[in-house]
């Protein structure tokens, strides 16, 4: 069987790394994913060296070398340290899609998957976000996510992932890991519960990604991407068995930002599945104690 080719730009970010961990846990039949990483890194095995992507001769040195692609990822963004809030940061995901449907351009890969985020929508508005609705980021990684959506709107096979919160790559469970057993403190709202979000596990976010790499057909140009049922962050502290305090929390708009997921279940039906906090738990910790 010919194997499906997919190349992977951003493998060493949190979502990347845990991406990689998890394929390599569940290897999928007929598809070879290749790491995209500046420099060589000991924790990917089959990588391309690409230390900037605005030139693309690596791409093109390794696709005449061992073949064309059909799909790329494109997971770039600024250092994990960077200020989400400083402007001039943040619009490097601006030029990093542009760089990367460019050398998919350049290269003959026909599908670019670009990372966008749910932050594009700002705060919530009581019900889910979808696609379609308009967007109100209120911080800069938001704003910068949008115009990079903006950037790209009009290339043929990009479709934009307005990926919601991966766990394990998501601030909460990051910093519950940094924590070395100290309480978390999270807000906690009238109705009892903390902040509301949409989530997706690593393992179950690789299956929709590829998924989303082998529909035959065109996709559509955004994607809201997440389990369909929001989880409050309570829940996911308390499956993982997180020690956590309470600051009691005026009712706002920040509560409850979830996304609509009906669009993508429909494209990739097989792959979306209706998750607990226990499940993308043990998603979650099922990836991290692989290998």
Not at 95 to 109: E, P
Not at 255 to 267: P, T
Request: hydrophobic share 45%; glycine share 8%; proline share 7%.
């Amino acid at each position: 069987m010919t194997s499906r080719r997919f190349l992977f730009v951003g493998s060493t970010g949190r979502i990347g790394r845990l991406l990689n961990r998890a394929l390599r846990q569940a290897p999928v039949d007929g598809v070879e994913m290749v790491w995209v990483v500046r420099r060589p890194d000991a924790e990917f095995d089959d990588t391309l060296v690409w230390p900037d992507l605005s030139d693309p001769a690596p791409l093109l040195e390794h696709v005449a070398k061992f073949g064309a692609f059909d799909v790329v990822f494109g997971f770039a963004g600024v250092s994990q340290n960077s200020d989400k809030s400083d402007p001039t940061a943040m619009a490097q995901h601006v030029s990093l899609a542009r760089n990367t449907v460019l050398a998919a351009k350049v290269a003959g890969i026909p599908r670019v998957l670009l990372a966008s985020s749910s932050a594009v929508y700002g705060a919530g508005k009581g019900v889910p976000f979808r696609e379609d609705d308009p967007l109100t980021p209120v911080n800069a990684y938001g704003a910068s996510k949008r115009d990079m959506e903006h950037a790209v709107s009009g290339e043929d096979g990009v479709t934009c992932l307005r990926v919601g919160n991966v766990a394990g790559a998501d601030m909460l469970l990051t910093n519950a890991l940094a924590s070395d057993g100290a309480p978390l403190t999270l807000d906690i709202f009238p109705d009892g519960h903390g902040p509301r979000r949409s989530y997706i596990g690593p393992n179950n976010l690789a299956r929709v990604l590829v998924g989303l790499a082998s529909v035959p057909s065109p996709l559509p140009k955004l994607l809201n991407v997440a389990a369909p049922n929001p989880v409050a962050m309570d829940s996911i502290l308390d499956a993982a068995g997180i020690k956590w305090t309470s600051r009691p929390k005026s009712a706002s708009g920040h509560q409850d930002i979830v996304l609509d997921c009906a669009r993508i279940a429909q494209v990739v039906p097989s792959e979306i599945s209706e998750v607990t906090a226990e499940g993308i738990v043990a998603d979650w910790q099922r990836t991290i104690g692989a290998l």
